[in-house]
């Protein structure tokens, strides 16, 4: 009976918030991070995206003004990496604040001697445990163009993360997965990128803010999972094969089946 009311109510949002059709083909035109999604896909993209913003409160901040087509930008690039997981997989927070450009955050952290500092620094995006994301719309805007920079899935696979506590590189995996297999395979791309970043070396097959946490390295290869998939599966294949496993998504063997396509 519950699960019936709970589909009655889902049911309810779509039809009430649904988005219209011109609307919906102009904002997914907009981002080739979507390319090679099937029409069945896209359906579900659709109706993630209408709860997505059913649920969440966006809110702006310094006299940004956020419109039905900005915010549908970043629904859809927040909605693909559980395109195949569900909104429950985004569940406990409810706010995301949205600054014009960078905004300045404020940490506090303890040094080895057990001295308090804090420091400021200017940042793009950010997500609290528990506490609501926040993100610049000058990189939100920037994302989703398949270069490897993507702000919102970048945050959002920190809310993934932090589903089981601090996040670690390590969120709450599914039924079958392996949990040795994923530490084996993140822990050793995380030693080869730390050790590259360490030499100086000039090219890198992920941004070096990766090397700074196993937390970052998640959310850089989520980013670069999406983003450049071909580029992820090269480098690190066992970390793609980890991330196919709990994204339940194939996003190099979709963009090729585009590229094949737009061949024809």
């Given at each position: 009976?519950?699960r019936?009311?709970?589909r009655?109510?889902?049911q ?23 390319a ?12 993630l ?37 569900g ?6 927070w409810?706010?995301?604040?949205v ?41 939100v805007?920037?994302?989703g163009q398949?270069?490897g ?21 390590f ?7 392996s ?14 990128l ?8 000039g ?7 990766a ?14 999972f999406?983003e450049?998939?071909g580029?992820?599966?090269?480098a ?12 339940r998504?194939?996003p ?11 061949r024809?």
């Amino acid at each position: 009976m519950l699960r019936q009311i709970r589909r009655w109510r889902i049911q309810r949002i779509l039809e009430r918030e649904a988005i219209p059709e011109p609307q919906w083909q102009e904002a997914v035109r907009r981002l080739p991070l979507l390319a090679g999604l099937s029409a069945d896909q896209l359906t579900q993209l659709r109706e993630l995206v209408v709860l997505f913003l059913h649920e969440k409160e966006l809110m702006t901040a310094a006299d940004l003004e956020l419109d039905r087509p900005m915010a549908l930008h970043l629904a859809l690039q927040a909605c693909l990496p559980i395109l195949d997981l569900g909104m429950d997989w985004y569940r406990g927070w409810r706010t995301i604040v949205v600054y014009p450009g960078d905004f300045l955050a404020r940490h506090q952290y303890r040094d080895e001697s057990g001295v308090e500092h804090e420091e400021q620094a200017a940042m793009a995006g950010e997500a609290w445990e528990q506490g609501p994301v926040v993100l610049s719309w000058a990189d939100v805007a920037e994302s989703g163009q398949l270069d490897g920079f993507n702000v919102v899935i970048h945050e959002f696979a920190h809310k993934l993360d932090m589903l089981n506590g601090e996040p670690n590189g390590f969120p709450p995996l599914h039924r079958g997965m392996s949990p040795s297999e994923w530490a084996e395979a993140f822990s050793a791309a995380y030693r080869d990128l730390s050790e590259r970043v360490q030499r100086g070396d000039g090219e890198l097959p992920l941004d070096a803010y990766a090397a700074e946490s196993p937390a970052e390295f998640f959310s850089v290869v989520s980013e670069a999972f999406f983003e450049l998939p071909g580029i992820l599966a090269c480098a690190y294949p066992q970390v793609y094969r980890q991330l196919t496993a709990f994204y339940r998504q194939d996003p190099g063997t979709r963009l090729a089946r585009r590229c094949r396509d737009s061949r024809h």
